[in-house]
């Protein structure tokens, strides 16, 4: 609590109301949440809606909304202070689209790729969307380096990282991911295969 502004401490932790109520069932210290906000009333503070009963349907709407995910939470669990526990899950969307690959990043010492680089058509014009090692077997990576050496080099500049080759290999892979980053690029990526 010391890491808290004075003007704070008075919310939360007058005469141990924090103790007190984070053993409290959640829907109980949300509706104590609600009324605090309720006497505040201040116009920035508000308290979020919940969906209580109908999780797959809500989760429906984040994945057609194309949103990151979701916390799920027992309605009965206590708040675990610095803890995490099963009672409070993070829920991500999972994400699948087609990427053309545009070069790799080698391993340092071997002859293989730690990663594929890959790219999408934006405008007619080839743009770095990230790469992605996670999914890629021992073999694969060993092939697709020999593959990817005698590939052509594009005749206009790619954005990719330094230390990377970029070439057109006129591959495309499926790739699983998790949203995109504020430049564009996938999030935890997994290659799911040639295509």
């Known amino acids: 609590m010391s890491a808290l502004p004075n003007r704070y401490k008075p919310l939360i932790d007058s005469r141990g109301t924090l103790r007190r109520i984070t053993g409290q069932p959640l829907i109980e210290r949300r509706q104590r949440l609600i009324e605090l906000v309720g006497r505040l009333g201040h116009p920035l503070l508000i308290v979020p809606d919940c969906v209580v009963g109908h999780g797959m349907k809500f989760f429906a709407g ?20 610095g803890k995490r526990s099963s009672d409070w899950l993070k829920i991500k969307v999972a994400h699948t689209a087609d990427f053309e690959v545009i070069g790799c990043v080698p391993m340092r010492g071997e002859k293989a790729v730690r990663a594929l680089l890959l ?15 996670s999914g890629l077997t021992r ?10 050496a005698k590939a052509p080099k594009p005749q206009e500049p790619l954005d990719c990282p330094s230390g990377s080759i970029c070439r057109l290999s006129g591959w495309r892979c499926r790739v699983r991911y998790f949203g995109l980053t504020e430049m564009g690029h996938l999030r935890w990526p997994t290659f799911k295969g040639l295509i």
């Open 62 to 81: 984040i994945v057609r909304h194309r949103l990151e995910g979701m916390m799920a939470k027992r309605i009965d669990s206590p708040y675990l202070i």
């Open 119 to 133: 790219g999408e058509k934006h405008q007619g014009r080839l743009v770095y969307k990230g790469k992605v090692s």
């Open 139 to 148: 073999r694969q990576r060993q092939d697709f380096l020999a593959e990817l």
